[in-house]
Nanobody, 114 residues
């Protein structure tokens, strides 16, 4: 059974940090690039970051460059998103996706507020 489960979200003050995890199973994890996306209320889902299967290529949206870091563990089949210097505009539900597949997790809520 193909499955993606995100975790690690929560409420954090501006300037704080969170580390999101994306645990996958049921498909050849190291054959896929894995991406993080987010969707804020009333807005479309947007791409945040992506790591190629070998982790040699990484993408970051301009809005998170220098603050977020993506990494993956191809043994544990997990992708992480370290988020530092969080801003209120980072508030959203964060989702993980195996690029090119239709498999999505349920998302994890990140709220940045004082």
């Amino acid at each position: 059974q193909v499955q993606i489960v995100e975790s690690g979200g929560g409420l954090v003050q501006p300037g704080g940090s969170l580390r999101l995890s994306c645990k996958t199973s049921g498909f050849p994890f190291d054959d896929y690039a894995i991406g993080w996306f987010r969707q804020a209320p009333g807005k479309e889902r947007e791409g945040v970051s992506c790591a190629s299967s070998s982790e040699l290529s990484k993408y970051y949206a301009d809005s998170v460059k220098g603050r977020f870091t993506i990494s993956r563990d191809n043994v544990k089949n997990v992708v992480y998103l370290q988020m530092n210097s969080l801003k209120p505009e980072d508030t959203a539900v964060y989702y993980c996706n195996a690029i090119g597949s239709s498999v999505w997790g349920q998302g994890t809520q990140v709220t940045v507020s004082s």
